[in-house]
Nanobody
Framework: QVQLVESGGGLVQAGGSLRLSCAAS????????MGWFRQAPGKEREFVAG????????WYADSVKGRFTISRDNAKNTVYLQMNSLKPVDTAVYYC??????????????????WGQGTQVTVSS
């Protein structure tokens, strides 16, 4: 069992930056594919970014490519999402997810086994 706890959300003006963190329990964290998803009000949850076990491979939704960066520190059991040039459309609850399979390029919710409780990001115009 893996527990994920997100932090770092908040209110920011358009053009600003935030860094989200996701702390994971369990010794197997370094073998998991990790992902970030988000859910805006009235919309379905969508994929944002993913990273493989080593951090050497990352993949992004087109809507955030060039603005967001996913990274991980396996020594700290933590994955990060650096969000720059934020826009009001980025307003959502952001979720961290873990996939024990280790496969890369995972973008679907049902490909991830464990989820955090989410952290709110609000971008004002």
């Amino acid at each position: 069992q893996v527990q994920l706890v997100e932090s770092g959300g908040g209110l920011v003006q358009a053009g600003g930056s935030l860094r989200l963190s996701c702390a994971a329990s369990g010794r197997a964290f370094s073998t998991y594919t990790m992902g970030w998803f988000r859910q805006a009000p009235g919309k379905e949850r969508e994929f944002v970014a993913g990273i493989n076990w080593s951090g050497g491979t990352t993949w992004y939704a087109d809507s955030v490519k060039g603005r967001f960066t996913i990274s991980r520190d396996n020594a700290k059991n933590t994955v990060y999402l650096q969000m720059n040039s934020l826009k009001p459309v980025d307003t959502a609850v952001y979720y961290c997810a873990a996939d024990h399979s280790g496969w890369i390029y995972r973008r679907l919710e049902n490909q991830y086994d464990y989820w955090g409780q989410g952290t709110q990001v609000t971008v004002s115009s």
